[in-house]
């Protein structure tokens, strides 16, 4: 039984470009939410996407958006890159009856 | 707006030994997570806290809460080296639609052979 994927492992970007980030979630799992982790703290919640709809959002500006597909898969796009962007995105999926979230290994995002 | 808190942010101590890491949160919460993250990896799912007096126990570690103080600790026991790496506590409210999680800052945890 397949957990939670990401791609890509790791990505190097330059301030102002944008990049897709993508998740699938584990198989059963209809609930995608993304966090980020900078450095030294724990994550913080981005967004949650539920039947292809963003249904609730943390405190993060718009320039980080996303989608999820039919099949549940997700993507997180962060526009205009900042320095401060780099860090550890993380996906983690739920089927939002049981309790429990599974995560997946994340995306390491380096902005130069 | 829900904080987490979690102390101390950093611990040392040497094989053997016990000790325990607190997490404290301020506003009514459904479940308590504990995860362990490794360097630059993602989280491994330790334990989920449901309920007042919920004690969970595997291997050297043991968690538990109290739903009404807002605390769950995580105790280490004889703790060896393979115990290091960085220890979050997090909250959620099983509200359909409203679930999310909020982490604590983290505790690195340190073995000293």
């Known amino acids: 039984d397949a957990g939670v994927t990401q791609s890509p492992t790791h990505l190097i970007k330059t301030r102002g470009q944008q990049v897709t980030l993508r998740c699938s979630p584990k198989?059963?799992?209809?609930?995608v939410s993304w966090y980020q982790q900078a450095l030294g703290q724990g994550p913080q919640f981005i967004f949650q996407?539920?039947?292809?709809?963003?249904?609730q959002r943390g405190n993060f500006p718009d320039r980080f958006s996303g989608h999820q597909f039919p099949n549940y898969s997700s993507e997180l796009n962060v526009n205009a890159l900042l320095l401060g962007d780099s860090a550890l995105y993380l996906c983690a999926s739920s089927d939002g009856q049981a309790y429990g979230y599974t995560f997946g290994s994340g995306t390491r995002l380096t902005v130069v | 707006e829900l904080k987490v808190e979690q102390n101390p942010l950093f611990l040392s101590m040497q094989e053997g030994k016990n000790y325990t890491i607190y997490c404290n949160y301020s506003t009514t919460s459904d479940r308590l997570y504990w995860y362990r993250q490794d360097p630059g990896k993602s989280l491994e799912s330790l334990f989920v806290?449901?309920?007042?007096?919920a004690v969970k126990q595997e291997g050297r570690l043991m968690a538990s809460l109290d739903t009404k103080a807002r605390l769950s600790t995580l105790h280490i026991t004889a703790a060896v080296h393979d115990l290091s790496a960085t220890y979050f506590c997090a909250v959620d409210r099983f509200n359909f639609g409203n679930e999310k999680l909020t982490f604590g800052t983290g505790t690195r945890l340190t073995i000293i052979p």
């Open positions: 806290l449901l309920s007042n007096g």
């Open positions: 198989s059963g799992h209809d609930t």
């Open positions: 996407y539920y039947e292809e709809e963003e249904r």
